[in-house]
Structures are given as C-alpha cells and as structure tokens.
C-alpha cells in the first residue's frame, strides 16, 4: 500500500483560501438546507424530525424524497412550504430566507414562490367550486383585480386544465371528478400564480398505478413545458424510478441519492443507467448502507485509510490490517467482498471518489454503480 505524504503547510494555507473565496454553501441552488433542525417537543419529550439535514435542488429539477414512515421527509416539506419553522440551521428556497420570514412574508410566500399538492384529494380542492374557479381563487387572493384581470385569470385556468389534460373538467365540481382527476385539478391550482417550486406530499398515495402515472404525467409537463421545479415526496417507486434524482432521508439526514441517465451504446440502443451516491453532508458524515454494515458486521467504529484516489473502509475487528480483505467480509454476488460506499471490487473494500456529481448536489460519494430500467409501465426519464 502507498503511503501518502501530508499536505505541507503551504498547500493547507492554498486550500483554506480557496475555500473562503468560493461560492457560498447553496448559492446557485434554488432550494438550499444547510443542517437544518427541526425538533417537537410532546409531553415533556423531545423528537427529532432533521437532525442536521443538507440538500440542495437546482433550479428546473423534478426530483423524489423517499424515506421510511418517521424519517423526517414530510417535515422537511412543510418547512419548505413555509408551514413549519426549523429549530436551527439555515433553509431559503428562491431567495427566501425561511427562517427570517415574518407572518406577511411568509404569506406572501406561500402565494407566490410554492404551490402545494396533498396526498388527500379532499384538501386540495374547494368542494363547492368548479375546477376552473378552483384555479382562478389563487390568483384572486394574490390581489389580481379588476375585469381585465378578471378575464385573464379564467384564460389562464382554462390554459392550465387543458395542458394537464382535464379541460373538460373545468365546470365540474370535486364531487363530480374522479381521484385523479381531482390531482391534476389541484396541480393547476398549485400553478395558478407560476410558482417556482412545487412541493407535492405523496400525491399518487390514494391512486391506483395507472392513474398515479397519469399524475405524475402531469408533474413532468409542468417541469418541462413550464420550468418549475417539482419536489416530490413519494413511496411509490414507479414515480421515484422516473426522476432523473431521487433522494433518500433516513434518521433525520440525507442518506443516499440515485442519479439516472439516458445513455446510447454503440448499436444506437438508449438505456436508462443509475448510480446511487452515498451523501457526505456538511460536518463531514457519511452514513454507511444498513445491508453493508449488517454483512461486514460493523458495530461502532471502522479504521481508514487515506489513498491517492479513495478512503478504504475496513470493519474494527481483532488482528484486521488496513490493505487486506477481512475474512469476516460477505460475499457479494461475484464472489467479491462488498465496500463500505459500493465501489468497485479492489483490493480491500474501498469508498471511491465520484467521478461525476449528482445535479444540484455537492460533496457526494460514489455508491453503488448499479444499471436499471424502469420496469414494465413504469413513467421513463426523459433523454
């Protein structure tokens, strides 16, 4: 094994400088969380919802949260939404410092900057109005006045029902709508006064697969005829394995994101490839795979070691030497000892760099190098 010689004083002093005159943290990103907290406190008892979460989205991304029941994704979007405040740690979506915002600007806000969609049809939607008149309260209550205005916002209703493709729902009430339907509706009312984000809270969790591809059909439009940016918070994998990134929250941080591309091979033929990266957040940590820690029975502590182009990760187990497989390791489907972070076979388990970063994302690790296509049915990534 190679030894690599410490950086000398000079190149420390290099880096620190390039450091302090870069970018901030989430300057170019329209969504910024920098170790966001959020704590409830119940009874005495104090819950952790974020404990410390990163994330970044770019302007004009449609991308999925996934996590278990508890893992803090639906709290991250009301943050976002400007339902909820974080305890600690700084969020702005657009240029909107969400922590500093006082009841008018968080008003505002809402109004104009996010449109929200519920997984419960039902709260969506005013039962006692039409579709179009559904659409055209937003622009109402953000102070549109006036018959001029009057007539452009049943213009513009009536422009988003049919580019969602429920046109013909436009003088229907709730009632009289089917469950997907009443999504598409309530995702034109989300866009009625072009919001640049729209956060939507397991949108397709009431819908049957054919009808959630339909609405989720309907994200997709509005990203890509529209430009907003659509954050999804979902456990339906047909809808996760369409974004071009998915993230995973787990115990209040992000854990791991998935990064799908549309390459050509050589004979012409389009392929869907993903790659899942292990996030380092902002403190530096790095959250190890379950299933890997679980077969190389890692309990408290691992020993590294530093090389030229990666970190070798090896379980703390007595007579074990940096350098050398452990016999302990389990074996992967090749025969070959899995990594702490997915990479490729080597010589001992190693966590090697990304070499390509996730859109939107700084400071990833390189996972899991895997390829998948959506399966049969399944929404596809556009090219």
């Not at 940096?322 to 001992?348: H, L, Q, Y």
Request: charged letters at 20%; aromatic letters at 4%.
């Amino acid at each position: 094994m190679r030894e690599v010689a410490p950086p000398s004083l000079a190149e420390l002093e290099r880096q620190a400088a390039a450091r302090r005159d870069g970018p901030a943290y989430g300057e170019d990103a329209l969504i910024s969380c920098d170790r966001l907290v959020r704590i409830f406190t119940a009874d005495g008892v104090e819950v952790q919802a974020l404990q410390g979460l990163d994330l970044l989205v770019g302007q004009g991304e449609l991308m999925a949260l996934v996590g278990a029941s508890g893992s803090g994704k639906s709290t991250l979007l009301n943050i976002l939404a400007g339902l909820d405040v974080p305890t600690a740690g700084a969020a702005s979506v657009g240029g909107y410092d969400l922590l500093a915002m006082d009841a008018g600007a968080r008003l505002r806000y809402r109004r104009e900057v996010v449109g929200f969609v519920w997984q419960q049809t039902a709260r969506n939607l005013l039962p006692y109005l039409t579709a179009a008149q559904n659409v055209v309260l937003p622009m109402q209550l953000a102070g549109r006045g006036g018959f001029r205005a009057r007539r452009q916002r049943a213009a513009r209703a009536d422009e988003l029902l049919d580019m969602l493709g429920v046109g013909y729902c436009r003088d229907r009430r709730p009632g009289q709508m089917s469950g997907g339907e009443q999504q598409r509706a309530a995702i034109a009312v989300a866009l009625a006064n072009n919001p640049r984000v729209i956060l939507a809270d397991e949108p397709t969790g009431e819908l049957d697969s054919a009808t959630g591809e339909q609405v989720f059909a309907s994200f997709r439009t509005a990203n890509e005829e529209l430009g907003t940016t659509v954050v999804v918070v979902t456990h339906d994998h047909a809808v996760a394995n369409a974004v071009r990134r998915t993230v995973a929250i787990r115990d209040g941080r992000t854990a791991s994101e998935v990064v799908r591309r549309t390459e050509v091979d050589e004979h012409g033929q389009e392929s869907v490839v993903a790659r899942e990266y292990a996030t380092v957040d902002r403190a530096g940590r790095l959250q190890l795979p379950r299933d890997y820690t679980e077969a190389l029975e890692i309990r408290s502590r691992v020993l590294l070691e530093l090389e030229p182009d990666h970190i070798g990760v090896w379980p703390d187990r007595p007579h074990s030497t940096p350098g050398t497989a452990s016999p302990a390791s389990a074996a992967g489907p090749a025969g070959a000892a899995p990594t702490a972070t997915g990479a490729a076979p080597s010589d001992g388990p190693t966590a090697d760099s990304p070499t390509d970063s996730a859109p939107g994302m700084t400071g990833s690790a390189a996972g899991p190098g895997n390829s998948a296509e959506p399966g049969p049915g399944s929404p596809q990534p556009p090219a």
